[in-house]
């Protein structure tokens, strides 16, 4: 089948089979920052934001996401400059094997969106989809909390 | 596989007719159970109306389109307590919930379900639209598996009653399927339980509601409250999980059981 999608931005136009994942359409095209892990909707490796609510891309089917607004990791960035998430994760050293950080930034991304300013519970429960093998999650949600700080003053000079 | 993309109710009846036919809402349960090359999948995101949410005239209607996450946080501005906002807020993980469609989740009735038992407690009703057009209570719905083919779930109802609430799910992690599931509604007035319900889901009935324990509390005030022995009054439907025995997750309930009664009313909530 044919389908249109907006992707960071811009209309693509694609050929796909009826029953592929929105994981392996968006990987064949291109978007290697949205990974492939568990394919069960259980690790976040693969999230994107569909619509801007973050979800599994492993649990989607391609067709059923036709003529929406797709977004991954590298929308979140304009131009040259990194969003302060990225910058928040990398100096608090909260990137090891990297695998799981796309889904963590846009994880993270939507809670700060709706949340500037949350308690490390609320952390937790916005990143309860995305696991991370590597670093114990206390950078991670040190990086957060960085993040948060950094967007919150970024606000404030704009 | 063909794909369909109705913009109304009409239109998907319309489809539901055709052989083959099957309802794509968020998708995640169709992908857990193997997609029939043959199908036509009908993608209900278009349809406007499923995704309503409407809380007038003392009764809360929730589309059948409507995600898990988008339920929560609706209901969540009104009663933050309300059971639904605690059962379908831990229910899976964040981006699972921005997929999961309650109609979907009904039809499904997976074992691990996180909304049969407070829509059941609530004493939710089923609109269906298709083959049995009609509003179904939960309970009916539950025992009558030719409702769940050539209808669609156009929506729940349920009346805005203000209650106590206390939702448990068993898990070993907090991402972890619940092996079962306590509701607990209550109502007290003067001192007195007036109204209380319990229900259960995980076992091998999937949804049970356990009017023992209702009737042990109701109308008693506070020194008549007994809430020792409550296992005699659980079901001998447990069944063997990867989370315990039968009989490990019948005491395990009995224990989360008193914890919730003790908590609802008002007595040692540890």
Same mark, same amino acid.
């Given at each position: 089948m044919r389908g249109s999608f907006v992707v960071n931005g811009s209309v693509r136009e694609w050929e796909f089979p009826e029953d592929m994942r929105l994981l392996d359409l968006l990987r064949r095209e291109g978007y290697g920052e949205v990974k492939c892990g568990c394919?069960?909707?259980? !690790?976040?490796? !693969?999230c994107v934001l569909l619509e801007e609510k973050i979800v599994n891309s492993c649990q989607v089917l391609a067709a059923s996401a036709t003529n929406k607004q797709i977004r991954t990791v590298e929308a979140l960035s304009e131009g040259e400059e990194p969003h302060p998430l990225v910058t928040a994760f990398a100096e608090a050293g909260a990137v090891q094997c990297g695998f799981c950080t796309p889904g963590m930034i846009l994880a993270a991304y939507c809670l700060l969106r709706d949340n500037p300013d949350p308690s490390e519970e609320e952390i937790k429960r916005a990143l309860d989809g995305n696991y991370c093998r590597c670093t114990g999650y206390v950078k991670i949600f040190d990086a957060v909390q960085r993040g948060a700080r950094k967007m919150r003053e970024k606000e404030v000079q704009e | 596989m063909e794909w369909f993309f109705p913009k109304t109710v009409d239109e998907v009846i319309e489809l539901l007719g055709k052989e083959d036919a099957v309802l794509h809402g968020g998708g995640t349960m169709l992908l857990r159970g193997g997609l029939r090359p043959s199908g036509k999948m009908v993608d209900l995101s278009g349809v406007e109306s499923l995704r309503q949410i409407v809380m007038e005239g003392g009764v809360t209607s929730l589309g059948g389109g409507v995600t898990y996450a988008e339920a929560a946080r609706r209901l969540g501005e009104s009663d933050p307590d309300h059971i639904l906002v605690q059962s379908l807020g831990k229910a899976a993980a964040t981006p699972l919930r921005n997929r999961i469609t309650l109609g979907g989740s009904v039809m499904a009735q997976? @074992?691990?379900?996180? @909304?049969l038992g407070p829509l059941t407690a609530l004493g939710a009703e089923l609109r269906l639209e298709g083959k049995n057009s009609g509003f179904f209570e939960m309970a009916e719905f539950l025992r009558s598996p030719e409702l769940r083919s050539g209808n669609l779930i156009h929506s729940l109802r349920f009346p805005s009653v203000s209650w106590r609430t206390w939702y448990h799910r068993e898990t070993r992690t907090s991402f972890d399927y619940p092996a079962f599931t306590l509701s607990l509604l209550c109502r007290q007035e003067g001192g007195r339980v007036k109204e209380l319900r319990v229900v259960l889901t995980g076992t091998s009935k999937k949804v049970e509601r356990l009017l023992g324990v209702e009737e042990r509390f109701q109308g008693r005030d506070a020194e008549e409250r007994n809430f020792r022995n409550l296992e005699e009054f659980l079901p001998e439907t447990f069944v063997d999980r990867p989370h315990g025995s039968a009989s490990y997750l019948r005491s395990v309930a009995a224990v989360a059981l008193e914890r919730g009664l003790r908590k609802l009313m008002g007595g040692d909530a540890a």
């Open positions: 394919r069960e909707g259980m !690790c976040g490796s !693969c | 997976p @074992l691990w379900s996180d @909304l």
